[in-house]
């Protein structure tokens, strides 16, 4: 796999880094991912950093997320599927607090139409840009076409940070959410 393709970011996982974390995420991804491919040392600092700030609540997805964040930067779809997971779990918790029905059963794109009327437009149109630019891709997009994967190191990385602020901003509406989080 080569470093210019790790360094590339897709324009819709960039555009939501930039909405959610501006120009010092877009610095911190840069950062990280520079690092993650600068020597094998360097890679192990930055990964062990990245796991620690993912943690391993809930463990089921985030401990599997924090366990392929090890094979950095070479797979790269499992990460961001996972943090995927995690939100889409957040997204379920938080539904069940406000009513939606069958909230646990259904998808991320359903609990999300089911919460348009009681949560943010703002947060509500993030978590649909997360939904169909990131995670449904990485649940469901095989063809990478001319490209050794799916995702580059950068947009793993870029995925991490937006999944830990839009968790946050999760938890903090929701008792269930929190709840789960800790678990």
Known sequence: ??????????????????????????KETNDITRQ??????????????????MG???????FYLNHELNFLPEYTRDVVRYAGDY????????????????????????????LRNMITKELLDNLIFYNKNIYVPAKHDFNV???????????????????????KEIIALSDSAKAYSER
């Open 1 to 26: 796999m080569t470093e210019d393709f790790n360094s590339v970011i897709k324009p819709g996982v960039l555009d939501l880094l930039k909405r959610l974390l501006g120009e010092d995420g877009i």
């Open 36 to 53: 993650l491919l600068l020597s094998e040392e360097s890679k192990e600092r930055v990964i062990k950093n990245l796991r620690e700030r």
């Open 56 to 62: 391993l609540r809930p463990k089921r997805p985030m």
């Open 87 to 114: 939100i889409d779990q957040l997204v379920k918790a938080l539904s069940g607090d406000k009513g939606v029905w069958f909230a646990e059963h259904r998808s991320l794109g359903f609990n999300l139409m089911g």
């Open 145 to 167: 076409a001319d490209k050794p994967h799916l995702f580059s190191a950068k947009d793993a990385v870029a995925v991490c940070l937006i999944t830990l602020k839009l968790s």
